[in-house]
């Protein structure tokens, strides 16, 4: 598998052995709550920060989870949005917010994993700065191209760019995405000259895609995808909601991944908040009409204790570490 060089060194044991996640979700889970203080939060509005521009499945999915909580939780729920570095400058401020649970993450795989993997120079520490509290859910990401390109499949798309003298752009939401990886990926087992570029969410790169200033993209699926020519999505099966659309592997490519979405808050939340943000967003997402409005997105809702997001943090990392070594992907590979 061709990938370019001149990425950095990727700390994999680290990667492989997320101590401090397990340690923080047993500091979050244990001792009996306090009744005072699970009582007495919220008594303001709560802000939930995520780092990908409007238009993403991320910024539908964390309006609708704050508009359920401000009902729920008897006090405004906020999203504010920090655009930048694929979710790293969103990741990096809450880290540094106080542990009051007055300011949640809204993450994804990429800055939550990814991007660590990738890029040695990120400041925050997913172990050390963060409690898990709840896994939302999971979208697959589509391979999209232009609908005046006149493209069907995966294979049109190889064709179309080795006409073109291998070259070919593909949009995707900004580094150490899935996203990007995917376009790394693809590329490299394609054998193409990817210009691969970054936005800062789905809606900005939908909107080029489109246009033609791009000629593809990699976003996680959202309803604004359908616009688009989707040639195939990287989830391990067809999904329910695009049956006539093959998966990667299918079109010949070894590339299966989706982009989940979670809620975490800042190190040291009490536990009992911890409880009380997880059972109120647990609740909304186990309401059959939540289901079945995010069904009809292809978000895939998932739930559960935190125990489930750390598992699937740890499995990513094993999965995805040992793909981005063996290729030799890096915070500089564009």
């Not at 033609?212 to 989830?235: C, Q, W």
């Not at 125990?307 to 063996?326: H, T």
Request: charged share 20%; glycine share 10%.
């Amino acid at each position: 598998m061709r990938v370019p060089s001149g990425c950095n060194k990727l700390r994999l044991a680290k990667a492989l052995a997320p101590i401090a996640a397990v340690m923080a979700l047993a500091a979050a889970l244990a001792g009996a709550p306090s009744p005072a203080l699970a009582d007495n939060y919220p008594s303001r509005p709560i802000t939930i920060v995520l780092g990908f521009a409007p238009g993403s499945m991320i910024d539908y999915v964390g309006r609708a989870v704050a508009n359920d909580l401000s009902t729920s939780l008897g006090q405004p729920v906020l999203i504010e949005t920090r655009q930048g570095g694929g979710g790293v400058l969103a990741s990096t401020y809450v880290a540094k917010q106080p542990a009051d649970g007055y300011t949640l993450l809204m993450s994804a795989v990429g800055p939550a994993v990814l991007r660590p993997l990738m890029d040695k120079t990120v400041t925050f520490d997913l172990d050390r700065d963060y409690v898990p509290i709840i896994l939302l859910g999971e979208a697959p990401n589509v391979l999209v191209a232009n609908p005046k390109l006149g493209l069907k499949s995966v294979k049109d798309l190889v064709a179309y760019a080795n006409a073109h003298g291998g070259k070919i752009s593909i949009g995707h939401s900004g580094p150490g995405t899935l996203g990007q990886l995917a376009t790394l990926l693809f590329a490299a087992e394609a054998g193409l000259d990817v210009a691969s570029v970054s936005y800062r969410g789905t809606g900005p790169m939908m909107i080029d895609v489109l246009g033609g200033a791009i000629d593809a993209g990699f976003p996680a699926y959202n309803p604004a995808t359908k616009e688009a020519s989707i040639l195939a999505v990287t989830s391990e099966r067809r999904v329910d909601f695009l049956p006539d659309v093959p998966t990667m592997t299918e079109s010949g490519f070894d590339l299966v991944g989706g982009t989940w979405e979670a809620i975490f808050g800042p190190a040291n939340l009490p536990p009992e908040i911890v409880a009380k943000i997880h059972d109120a967003i647990e609740a909304f997402l186990r309401k059959p009409e939540t289901r079945q409005r995010f069904n009809e997105t292809g978000f895939q809702v998932m739930g559960g204790p935190p125990a489930r997001l750390v598992e699937k943090i740890m499995q990513d990392r094993a999965k995805w570490a040992k793909i981005i070594q063996d290729a030799k992907i890096g915070a500089d590979d564009k």
